[in-house]
C-alpha cells in the first residue's frame, strides 16, 4: 500500500515538474567532451573530430544549462549542412536536435525533427519514447493550460456574482 502511495505522489509530482525519461548531463561532463574535441582537433583523424564533436553535441542537448543546449543545437544545425552523413549519422543528429528542441521548449519543432528521424529508422525506440514524451508534456500543458482558464473565468464570475450580490 505504501508503495503505490509513493507512486501516486511521484506521478503527481512529475505532472506538475516535467519529468520524463530523457537523462540529463553535469557540467563536468561537458567540460571533459570539451577537451577531448580540443585533442582531436590536434589529430589528423576527420573521424576521430567526428565523434568527439558527436559526444559533445550529446553532452551540451542533454546539459541544465540553456546556454550549453543553444549551444549543442547550433552545432548539430551546423552538421546538419554537410551531405556526407550517413543515415545513422542523420539519424542520431536529428535525434540529438530533437532533444535539444524539446529541452529548450519547442515542442512542434522538436515533434517535427523526432518524425524525420522515425522516416530513417521507423522502429527505433529511443524516438519512439521521445515522441511519446513530447505529446505528453504537449497535452500536459493543454490540461494546465484550460485548468488556468477555467479558474480565471470561475474567479471573473464569482467577481460579478459578489458585486452583484452587494448592489442588491
Known amino acids: 500500500m505504501d508503495v503505490k502511495i509513493g507512486k501516486f505522489f511521484e506521478s503527481i509530482g512529475d505532472f506538475f515538474t516535467g519529468g520524463d525519461l530523457i ?50 543545437i547550433a552545432m548539430l544545425e551546423a552538421s546538419l549542412g554537410g551531405s556526407s552523413s550517413s543515415p545513422l549519422q542523420m539519424r542520431e543528429k536529428l535525434y540529438l536536435l530533437a532533444v535539444g528542441y524539446y529541452r529548450s521548449g519547442d515542442f512542434p519543432r522538436s515533434r517535427q525533427l523526432v518524425d524525420r528521424c522515425l522516416e530513417i529508422a521507423p522502429d527505433w525506440r529511443q524516438a519512439l519514447t521521445l515522441k511519446k514524451t513530447i505529446e505528453e508534456k504537449t497535452t500536459k500543458d493543454g490540461v494546465i493550460g484550460i485548468g488556468i482558464a477555467a479558474t480565471a473565468v470561475g474567479v471573473l464570475v464569482g467577481g460579478i456574482a459578489a458585486a452583484l450580490a452587494r448592489k442588491n
Request: hydrophobic content about 30%; some cysteine; glycine content about 4%.
Open 23 to 72: 537523462p540529463w548531463c553535469d557540467s563536468d561532463i561537458v567540460a571533459g567532451c570539451e577537451r577531448e574535441v580540443a585533442e582531436a582537433e590536434k589529430s589528423t583523424s576527420n573521424e576521430l573530430k567526428s565523434e568527439c564533436i558527436m559526444r559533445l553535441s550529446w553532452a551540451l542537448v542533454h546539459s541544465r544549462r540553456p546556454e550549453d543546449i543553444q549551444r549543442g
